[in-house]
């Protein structure tokens, strides 16, 4: 069982049972909308069902590592870190703001080279999302990458979101992997 602030997660079987403290409904409400809206993408654990009278959640379980325990040392590794960087890019470019990105320790976790978000109880739209400039700040500390290295660029994709500032701020990360 993990315990968390606002819930516990339980396993049954490959599900993962969320049970949220009754003061936190709010939370449980964001969870279940932001899961129900993420799920065509492919980087949120599956949702089985909910129950708003118990503030219970039934997801699937993703086993694998966390964020956290990873390198990012060899091209797999790179492949998984620019992985979390298009979800990143997508949560920008639906206007979701994840919270959490700057320190996603125990928020993304790998299963066979896919990452997965978890935790959304905190998410919400935003005009100006930042998951992308967040990850890269986390992503560079990492990587031994001072923050004064890619300012400018994160500047620019923060300002448009566009793709070009986007691929130059992974191409000038994977100079750190490769």
């Not at 708003?52 to 956290?68: N, P």
């Not at 620019?156 to 130059?168: L, N, Q, V, W």
């Given at each position: 069982?993990?315990?968390?602030?606002?819930?516990?997660?339980?396993?049954?079987?490959?599900?993962?049972?969320?049970?949220?403290?009754?003061?936190?409904?709010?939370?449980?409400?964001?969870?279940?909308?932001?899961?129900?809206?993420?799920?065509?993408?492919?980087?949120?654990?599956?949702?089985?069902?909910?129950?708003?009278?118990?503030?219970?959640?039934?997801?699937?379980?993703?086993?694998?590592?966390?964020?956290?325990?990873?390198?990012?040392?060899?091209?797999?590794?790179?492949?998984?870190?620019?992985?979390?960087?298009?979800?990143?890019?997508?949560?920008?470019?639906?206007?979701?703001?994840?919270?959490?990105?700057?320190?996603?320790?125990?928020?993304?976790?790998?299963?066979?080279?896919?990452?997965?978000?978890?935790?959304?109880?905190?998410?919400?739209?935003?005009?100006?999302?930042?998951?992308?400039?967040?990850?890269?700040?986390?992503?560079?500390?990492?990587?031994?990458?001072?923050?004064?290295?890619?300012?400018?660029?994160?500047?620019?994709?923060?300002?448009?979101?566009?793709?070009k500032s986007f691929k130059e701020?992974?191409t000038r990360l994977a100079k750190?992997?490769?």
């Amino acid at each position: 069982m993990l315990r968390g602030r606002h819930s516990r997660v339980v396993r049954v079987g490959s599900r993962a049972v969320k049970v949220f403290i009754p003061d936190f409904n709010l939370n449980f409400w964001k969870e279940v909308y932001f899961l129900r809206e993420l799920q065509p993408y492919g980087f949120v654990p599956r949702l089985y069902s909910y129950n708003a009278q118990k503030l219970e959640i039934v997801m699937e379980f993703i086993e694998g590592d966390y964020i956290k325990d990873f390198e990012f040392k060899s091209s797999e590794e790179w492949r998984v870190l620019e992985r979390c960087f298009n979800a990143c890019r997508l949560l920008d470019k639906l206007k979701i703001q994840k919270e959490e990105m700057h320190r996603p320790n125990r928020h993304i976790i790998v299963r066979n080279g896919v990452p997965y978000f978890v935790d959304f109880e905190r998410a919400h739209y935003s005009k100006r999302p930042s998951n992308v400039t967040q990850f890269a700040i986390y992503a560079g500390k990492r990587l031994g990458i001072c923050f004064e290295e890619i300012k400018e660029i994160l500047r620019r994709y923060k300002a448009m979101y566009d793709e070009k500032s986007f691929k130059e701020l992974l191409t000038r990360l994977a100079k750190k992997v490769k």
